[in-house]
């Protein structure tokens, strides 16, 4: 039986689909059903043995905060130097963006410390190789080692669902349809409960120890939790219920690393908080970490 509140849409699919590029909101003119370089440019190159190329969003402060965290913990061997994608003005698309990353989506990263450079590309891929690089943030006991990878790909797998599904109906979509917003209200809300449940339990996700699961999940969760994402969202989907993710969220932005890297690669908002391109410690100098 149908159900009685919900009034069908108009919209019936073509037999074949193509792309309708003035149909696709805030993200259309870079949105395209395409891979592949759509302009030849080099990507710049610094003298530290990890170039990073990537922008503050929560998926690219993923990638800082693991930066961040190493060199915090003495690893000076971790330095690196970040450069800002603008994926608005389709940076993300440039023959040299591409090189090292197919799927054209910051972040990626080039390890240049070996003899042969080493291209990595996904936020949770970066996190584990600098993981398991430097020996910190994932540990080796085995049955450690497989809660913390659970965990960080519960987020890797998690995260198009806030992002690409709720963020974009909710937030960004043209027009505002009831189907797909209340459709991922509620994902994202049975995601939100997962890590209640579980943080109610343990001090971090993957246990006591910090982790590169929380660096994954925190960036993703943590602004909901202080409103600062998608418009209401914070109030839309009650996020005040969720104590225990609440107050995970607070412990980890709070550390004075991911507070250095919720500002890098970031060109927006307060100025004191904006850092486009990192290139050593001293560029947080004059910041309000």
């Known amino acids: 039986m149908a159900d009685p509140a919900y009034t069908p849409s108009a919209y019936t699919p073509p037999a074949v689909w193509t792309h309708d590029s003035e149909s696709g909101g805030r993200f259309a003119s870079i949105n395209r059903p395409t891979a592949g370089a759509q302009r030849d440019e080099e990507l710049p190159r610094g003298n530290h043995p990890h170039q990073l190329y990537s922008l503050a969003t929560p998926n690219g402060v993923k990638a800082n905060i693991i930066f961040e965290e190493l060199l915090e913990a003495g690893h000076s061997d971790a330095e690196y130097d970040a450069w800002i994608i603008n994926i ?41 190789h600098m993981a398991e690089k430097f020996g910190r943030f994932l540990p080796t006991d085995a049955a450690a080692r497989a809660e913390t990878l659970s965990w960080l790909f519960w987020q890797v797998g998690s995260a198009p669902f806030i992002g690409g599904g709720f963020g974009h109906f909710y937030a960004y979509a043209p027009e505002k349809y009831e189907y797909p917003i209340n459709r991922y209200a509620m994902e994202t809300k049975r995601l939100f409960d997962v890590a209640n449940n579980r943080l109610k339990k343990t001090r971090f996700l993957a246990g006591d120890e910090y982790t590169i699961a929380d660096m994954a999940a925190a960036p993703w969760l943590a602004p909901f939790t202080t409103g600062e994402i998608y418009n209401d969202a914070h109030t839309f989907l009650s996020i005040d219920e969720y104590e225990a993710v609440n107050r995970w969220a607070s412990e980890v932005m709070g550390r004075p690393a991911v507070k250095r890297a919720k500002m890098v690669n970031r060109s927006w908002g307060d100025r004191d908080a904006q850092l486009p391109n990192r290139h050593s410690a001293a560029d947080f100098a004059d910041k309000a970490v």
């Open 88 to 128: 608005g003005e389709g940076e993300q698309f440039t023959s040299g963006f591409v090189e090292i990353n197919p799927n054209s989506k910051i972040p990626a990263m080039v390890d240049v410390s070996a003899d042969t450079p080493v291209r990595v590309f996904e936020s949770g891929a970066i996190l584990m």
